[in-house]
């Protein structure tokens, strides 16, 4: 009767365990949403990177833990067969004691099954925190190629700008005045064309301004402007031009 109560314990604190393990794994997931609705710059999203792969880390941890867990209980299995062949030899209530020891057989294995599908499910989350890393790095890297485009495009103006310095002629004023409009008019909203593009849409990549596609979401027109690809709310990303 000890051991069961002390198999019991155990079990509780498996059980408890998992509870902890659960709002941990909910915990990481809200984390995780909450980072993509950021609105950060590349420094942002290296830091968050970061951040979730040490948690991911964790997770595998405790995926570890669980599985040494199950491993244990079927040890436990095993030693209760064993011991309910010894009472059935030695003791005359052989068959109440069998039966309890078959109850409680059936209750580990029900718990071990409970286990194994929680294992499951957390490996399907770490498998999708792993394709937000992939997201994450791909942000990551066109953050990257759009500030190499900037810097490609400051070179090349300041290129201009001593250019004109030196000649100072009218058509070349004239020139870059024009090329400045054009610039202006491709940073404006292809819907608006009044307010800058400041937003992008993940499944086009495609840009305009924060009011026009928030007036999209608002009336449930979720199309793209430009395109007509659907998206959502979670698909509206923060750009700095």
């Known amino acids: 009767m000890e051991a069961r109560r002390e198999w019991g314990a155990e079990e509780d604190e498996e059980v408890y365990n998992y509870t902890f393990l659960i709002s941990f794994l909910l915990s990481v997931w809200q984390l995780v949403s909450e980072s993509v609705k950021t609105k950060h710059a590349q420094s942002s999203l290296l830091f968050e990177k970061q951040a979730i792969s040490k948690q991911l880390q964790q997770v595998k941890a405790s995926l570890d833990y669980y599985k040494q867990n199950i491993a244990r209980n079927e040890e436990q299995m095993k030693a209760s067969l064993t011991q309910a062949a010894k009472i059935s030899l030695e003791n005359r209530h052989v068959s109440i004691k069998t039966e309890n020891a078959k109850l409680e057989l059936a209750d580990a294995e029900k718990e071990l099954k409970w286990l194994r599908s929680a294992v499951d499910s957390s490996e399907k989350e770490y498998e999708q925190n792993q ?3 992939v997201q994450l790095r791909k942000e ?3 953050k990257r190629a759009e500030r190499k485009k900037i810097e490609e495009e400051f070179v090349e103006w300041n290129s201009k ?5 030196s000649e100072n ?3 070349t004023i004239q ?3 024009d090329e400045i409009k054009e610039c202006k008019a491709i940073l404006k909203c292809g819907v608006c064309f009044d307010r800058p ?3 992008v849409i993940t499944k086009c990549y495609h840009l305009f301004c924060y009011p026009c596609i928030q007036r999209n979401l608002e009336i449930r027109h979720r199309k793209c402007p430009g395109c007509g690809t659907p998206f959502g709310q979670n698909d509206v990303r923060e750009v700095k031009i």
């Open 169 to 171: 002629t009218v058509a």
């Open 197 to 199: 593009k400041e937003v």
């Open 131 to 133: 394709r937000k890393m």
């Open 140 to 142: 990551l890297e066109d």
């Open 175 to 177: 020139r870059l005045q």
């Open 161 to 165: 700008v001593t250019e004109m310095s």
